[in-house]
Nanobody, 123 residues
């Protein structure tokens, strides 16, 4: 019904950059907050950054000054520009969104997750 598809992951050297994209598709009425989470091997999933529909961002401390989250509401897409990457950023990155759909003229908001994209920072 609604899905999020991430792209842009890969292998990068320490100090390098990557840009992740996540596009939402389906029977979407509106999208509320969007965000990026990550899960490293053997660790719990953690928030990286979120952005409201109005474009207000929020970052985990380790991402501040290095990562930039943005969104294009017309394209139902959220981006994560990651600069100055280090090995501790290695993880599977997941896109998350609060997606509003109409069900019999009533608005329902669903929490939707993408399938994840692997980011590996290594020399």
């Amino acid at each position: 019904q609604v899905q999020l598809v991430e792209s842009g992951g890969g292998l990068v050297q320490p100090g390098g950059s990557l840009r992740l994209s996540c596009a939402a598709s389906g029977n979407i009425f509106l999208i509320d907050d969007m965000g990026w989470y990550r899960q490293a091997p053997g660790k719990q999933r953690e928030l990286v950054a979120t952005i409201t529909r109005a474009g207000n961002p929020n970052y985990r401390d380790s991402a501040k000054g290095r990562f930039t989250i943005s969104r294009d509401n017309a394209k139902n897409t959220v981006y994560l520009q990651m600069n100055n990457l280090n090995p501790e950023d290695t993880a599977v990155y997941y896109c998350n969104a609060g997606v509003g759909i109409l069900v019999e003229d009533l608005l329902r908001v669903l929490e939707v997750w993408g399938q994840g994209t692997l980011v590996t920072v290594s020399s």
